[in-house]
Structures are given as structure tokens and as C-alpha cells.
């Protein structure tokens, strides 16, 4: 799929609006006239405008980006989930970042680090390994769902754990 590069000045000297009308008028605030936002809303077809998610991002301090850590995608049950997830995910308007420890308790450290930097609003973490080590969690300013897998005798119960974990997490960002 082809995504334009127009950006709202663009779409503002097309226009002949300032930057701030285009914005609002985009956003359908209500103080501007009906006439200008069918104006402006053309454009913005017509030239494919997107949204850029970064500085939306930054401006609500919201990413609407979930991280899913899982021991390795290739196992198909781990597929499952992710799959599951993402559907799940998209139907909310969140999107999901996947990254995969290869069973490693350092590569989930890692994992950890790299989603606390603010790209992501709430994670679940999927582990080999028993929660002895909480340091990695103490820091982070982000909710984690942890699941224990260390112990798991049959595979058959994780997804709906995951899941739960999943909407638990969703229904705290929401509220």
C-alpha cells in the first residue's frame, strides 16, 4: 500500500488554511465550519494523508503499542498467541510489537529494556524462567503481565491465560 508523505503544512499551503485549521479540521473539532473541513478532508484523500504516529504519539503520551515477549515464535503454540493477539490488538486500534527471548533470561532482560523506552504502553511477558529475579521489573514504568511457563506440564491452558492477561491489561490502559 502506497503512504503519501503530505504533511499537514502541505496539506495547509494546498488549502490556503494555517497549519492549526488543518489540524482541527482533521480532528473534526467543532470550531470549524462544516464547508472547511469538506475541504480540507478532500485534500487529505486525494493526496493519502496519514496521520504521523510518532508525533501523535508524543502528544497524547500514548502509543497505542502492546508488546508480546515469547520464547520463540516458531513454536506453533507461541504463533497461536501472537496470532490471537494481533487480531485482538488491531480490533482495539493498538498495534503490536513482537519479540521473541529465545528462552533466555538475558535476551528477556534485554527485551525489558528495550520496551521501556516509552514505545509501547503495556507489554506481556511470556517466561521459562520464575520471577526470582524482580530488579528487571522494578524499574520499568510499564505494565507487565508476567506468565510463568517454567512449570507448565501442557501448553493447552496458555492461551486463554494470555489472553486474559491481555484484555486485563487493555481494560487499564482504556480506564
Same mark, same amino acid.
Not at 509501547?120 to 524462567?129: K, L, P
Given at each position: 500500500?502506497?503512504?503519501?508523505? @503530505?504533511?499537514?503544512?502541505?496539506?495547509s499551503i494546498l488549502s490556503g488554511y494555517s497549519v492549526s485549521t488543518v489540524s482541527k479540521a482533521l480532528n473534526g473539532k467543532s470550531d470549524i465550519?462544516?464547508?472547511?473541513? %469538506?475541504?480540507?478532508?478532500? /485534500?487529505? /484523500? %486525494?493526496?493519502?494523508?496519514?496521520?504521523?504516529?510518532?508525533?501523535?504519539? $508524543?502528544?497524547?503520551?500514548?502509543?497505542?503499542?502492546?508488546?508480546? @515477549?515469547?520464547?520463540? *515464535?516458531?513454536?506453533?503454540?507461541?504463533?497461536? *498467541?501472537?496470532?490471537?493477539?494481533?487480531?485482538?490488538?488491531?480490533?482495539?486500534?493498538?498495534?503490536?510489537?513482537?519479540?521473541?527471548?529465545?528462552?533466555?533470561?538475558?535476551?528477556?532482560?534485554?527485551?525489558?529494556?528495550? @520496551?521501556?523506552?516509552?514505545?509501547?504502553?503495556?507489554?506481556?511477558?511470556?517466561?521459562?524462567?520464575?520471577?526470582?529475579?524482580?530488579?528487571?521489573? @522494578?524499574?520499568?514504568?510499564?505494565?507487565? %503481565?508476567?506468565?510463568?511457563?517454567?512449570?507448565?506440564?501442557?501448553?493447552?491452558? $496458555?492461551?486463554?491465560?494470555?489472553? *486474559?492477561?491481555?484484555?486485563?491489561?487493555?481494560?487499564?490502559? /482504556?480506564?
Open positions: 500500500m502506497y503512504q503519501s508523505t @503530505i504533511t499537514l503544512k502541505s496539506i465550519s462544516s464547508k472547511t473541513k %469538506e475541504i480540507i478532508k478532500n /485534500i487529505a /484523500i %486525494e493526496h493519502n494523508y496519514v496521520p504521523n504516529f510518532s508525533a501523535l504519539s $508524543l502528544r497524547k503520551q500514548r502509543t497505542r503499542t502492546f508488546a508480546i @515477549i515469547v520464547p520463540e *515464535i516458531a513454536d506453533a503454540c507461541y504463533g497461536g *498467541i501472537i496470532s490471537d493477539i494481533q487480531k485482538m490488538s488491531f480490533k482495539q486500534g493498538y498495534r503490536l510489537l513482537v519479540f521473541q527471548s529465545f528462552s533466555s533470561e538475558e535476551q528477556e532482560e534485554q527485551c525489558l529494556k528495550n @520496551i521501556n523506552d516509552g514505545s509501547v504502553d503495556a507489554a506481556i511477558m511470556i517466561s521459562n524462567f520464575k520471577q526470582d529475579n524482580a530488579s528487571i521489573f @522494578i524499574n520499568n514504568q510499564l505494565p507487565i %503481565e508476567y506468565i510463568d511457563i517454567s512449570n507448565l506440564q501442557n501448553k493447552k491452558g $496458555l492461551k486463554e491465560q494470555v489472553i *486474559i492477561s491481555f484484555k486485563k491489561s487493555l481494560k487499564q490502559l /482504556i480506564s
